[in-house]
């Protein structure tokens, strides 16, 4: 605020560069990405080393967007993208 009371916080901080207006109407929204959370139950498990076995391959498969192993769960959580894959 300035010493005369008026206040400039209505007054934008940053201002466009011009022609950056017309570029940006330009760019396509961004179409939003759906994705799928489902959960194993995992057998045989003993330690940490199978939960990292199973973390690292199916974190590679195509369309898988992460997945976390609880050995003392005995269970896996994945999230995935449907549009790229399914549950088999």
Do not use: W
Request: contains cysteine; neutral net charge; proline residues 3%.
């Amino acid at each position: 605020m300035e010493q005369n009371g008026e206040s400039h916080l209505k007054e934008p901080l940053l201002h466009a560069a011009d022609g950056a207006s017309a570029a940006a109407a330009r760019v396509s929204p961004r179409k939003e990405r759906t994705t799928r959370k489902v959960m194993f139950n995992v057998r045989g498990m003993s330690c940490g080393s199978c939960a990292v076995s199973i973390e690292t391959v199916v974190a590679g498969l195509k369309g898988v967007e992460s997945i976390q192993v609880s050995t003392l769960q005995g269970q896996a959580v994945v999230q995935y993208s449907p549009e790229e894959t399914d549950v088999r």
